[in-house]
């Protein structure tokens, strides 16, 4: 089974699934239960956008969509919630969360944690490869500068090429988590003047203290990097609250 598109076009009315664009698809993995199934999907279209924040989610319409009984599709609702990317409720389905600022500098307290590991394990465990990798994909941020859906896009690329270098399961389990979340943000960072060179810049420090195998130094500039961001965050917050 492959979800690309609902069988229908629903409207954006709450508690209807609106349409999702035609480039996101998620295949139905083999022997995977319908529950699960519902999650990664609904987990992928929080991802990338397809559903937003504060939309609510009917069982039946996302029901009719992934072609399945209401009963897994209740269960991806739960499980959802337990991540904190969905909030039940008596409307018969669910909400998508919104992140206000208490959630926002809890969630970026985490993430804070869990970058600073990850730069510490990658200066230990990084291959020469893996390292090239990621000054490559950082140099590719200086072409795209006045381009933010390309450095949301390079951003997510070179953050995970970190992660994989840290060659630890459990680290990256926990920091995708952390990524699913982020999902729920609107709007990137790079609209604010000057933050695409800021954040070429702390990747740089990132990724040198990596060269040089310097993990305390890596560790650091990567909590930098993260607390720099929640302030930039809390900026478009402001922002968006005085509009």
Same mark, same amino acid.
């Given at each position: ?11 954006? *009315?709450? &508690? ?13 993995? /083999? ?12 987990? #992928? &279209? $929080? ?16 029901? *009719? ?31 998508? $969360? ?7 500098? #809890? ?25 090239? @990798? ?41 920091? @995708? ?5 982020? &999902? ?13 060179? /800021? ?6 420090? $990132?990724?040198?203290? $990596? ?33």
């Amino acid at each position: 089974m492959t979800v690309t598109k609902p069988k229908r076009h629903c409207s954006s *009315r709450k &508690g209807t699934l609106r349409a999702v664009p035609s480039n996101f698809s998620v295949e139905r993995k /083999q022997g995977e239960a319908l529950g699960d199934f519902a999650a990664r999907v609904l987990r #992928e &279209g $929080i991802r990338v956008g397809s559903l937003l924040p504060g939309e609510h989610l009917r069982e039946a319409d996302v029901a *009719r969509w992934l072609n399945m009984s209401r009963t897994p599709v209740r269960e991806a609702f739960h499980r959802l919630a337990s991540e904190g990317l969905l909030m039940t409720g008596p409307w018969n389905g669910a909400k998508v $969360i919104e992140l206000d600022q208490q959630r926002l500098v #809890e969630l970026y307290a985490v993430r804070e944690a869990l970058e600073g590991a990850a730069a510490r394990l990658a200066a230990q465990h990084a291959s020469k490869a893996e390292i090239q @990798n990621l000054f490559r994909i950082a140099d590719s941020e200086k072409e795209a500068r006045n381009n933010p859906a390309r450095l949301v896009l390079i951003n997510a690329e070179l953050h995970q090429a970190i992660y994989s270098a840290t060659h630890n399961r459990y680290l990256l389990q926990s920091l @995708n988590g952390i990524a699913d979340t982020l &999902g729920l943000l609107r709007h990137s960072t790079f609209v604010i003047s000057g933050s695409a060179e /800021q954040a070429h810049k702390e990747h740089l420090d $990132i990724l040198g203290a $990596i060269r040089d195998r310097n993990p305390d130094k890596a560790e650091k500039a990567a909590r930098i990097h993260v607390s720099n961001s929640l302030a930039l965050r809390l900026e478009l917050l402001r922002r968006s609250v005085q509009q």
